[in-house]
């Protein structure tokens, strides 16, 4: 129903910038709201940039004044803007779309992950 395409992942020095950008597409992709979650390696998975269904916006405080969240609802895609990347912003990156059923559950649909890599 919701299909992800996730894409801008690479490696960056540290400092340095990145922009990731995640497309939905098909039958209910104008009805999610898009989150952007990371998992380094030996951790769990957390939510780094997402927006309430308030339409603010929210993020993990490792993150605040570095990562700026975006959409573009005309495109069904969000974008995460990472500026000023530190070695431990270095994980694989998933965007995340979820809604909520008629019944009150939630759905969620995740991307294929990219990777971010900062280091020298």
């Known amino acids: 129903q919701v299909q992800l395409k996730e894409s801008g992942g690479g490696l960056v020095q540290p400092g340095g910038s990145l922009r990731l950008s995640c497309a939905a597409s098909g039958s209910r992709s104008s009805t999610v709201t898009m989150d952007w979650y990371r998992q380094a390696p030996g951790k769990q998975r957390e939510l780094v940039a997402g927006?309430?269904?308030?339409?603010?916006?929210n993020y993990a405080d490792s993150v605040k004044g570095r990562f700026t969240i975006s959409r573009d609802n005309a495109k069904n895609t969000v974008y995460l803007q990472m500026n000023s990347l530190k070695p431990e912003d270095t994980a694989v990156y998933y965007c995340?779309?979820?809604?909520?059923?008629?019944?009150?559950?939630?759905?969620?649909?995740w991307g294929q992950g990219t990777q971010v890599t900062v280091s020298s």
């Open positions: 995340n779309a979820w809604r909520i059923g008629l019944a009150g559950g939630r759905y969620d649909y």
């Open positions: 927006f309430t269904s308030g339409g603010t916006t």
